[in-house]
């Protein structure tokens, strides 16, 4: 495959994903402000809720500039940034969930926050590496060369 292609359908799906993930999140804000404090990362309501409502928008936004390719090494910094944080805020939750259940670690099943419901702790950790792998390569490719709009 060409690489210039696999580029742009590295930087579609990780945007399309991003519009997903962020549409299901802004779809029940409640329900993703409860996910978020059973992270325990955040001890002040006013925090917490500020994330709970930027955060869909924020991951909304940058899966639309994926999508249009605009501004593409920053989108794509951010969205590493942001899958980085997030394998780690799932890696310790499961820990915490697999101290306290006593199961072993791939057995440990739980919500989140990601918009897809329940799931396989060990599976969503190699699905969040994978799209932070895409997004240094999106980051780090020659082919994100561009100004900040592709049309100039």
């Excluded at 396989?120 to 100004?147: D, P």
Aim: hydrophobic share 60%; net charge positive; aromatic share 12%.
């Amino acid at each position: 495959m060409n690489v210039r292609l696999a580029h742009h359908i590295a930087r579609f799906l990780l945007g399309a994903m991003l519009l997903y993930m962020g549409l299901s999140k802004a779809g029940d804000p409640v329900n993703f402000l409860k996910l978020l404090r059973e992270y325990g990362m955040l001890a002040s309501p006013q925090p917490l809720n500020l994330v709970a409502a930027w955060l869909p928008w924020w991951e909304m936004v940058c899966g639309l500039l994926l999508m249009a390719n605009i501004a593409l090494r920053g989108t794509a910094l951010i969205v590493a940034g942001m899958f980085l944080f997030f394998c780690v805020a799932i890696l310790l939750r499961a820990l915490e969930i697999q101290s306290a259940m006593g199961i072993a670690f791939c057995a440990v099943r739980f919500d989140c926050g990601c918009g897809a419901g329940e799931v396989n702790v060990c599976r969503k950790l190699l699905e969040n590496s994978a799209w932070f792998a895409i997004s240094c390569w999106l980051l780090l490719s020659r082919h994100s060369a561009r100004k900040l709009f592709p049309w100039w």
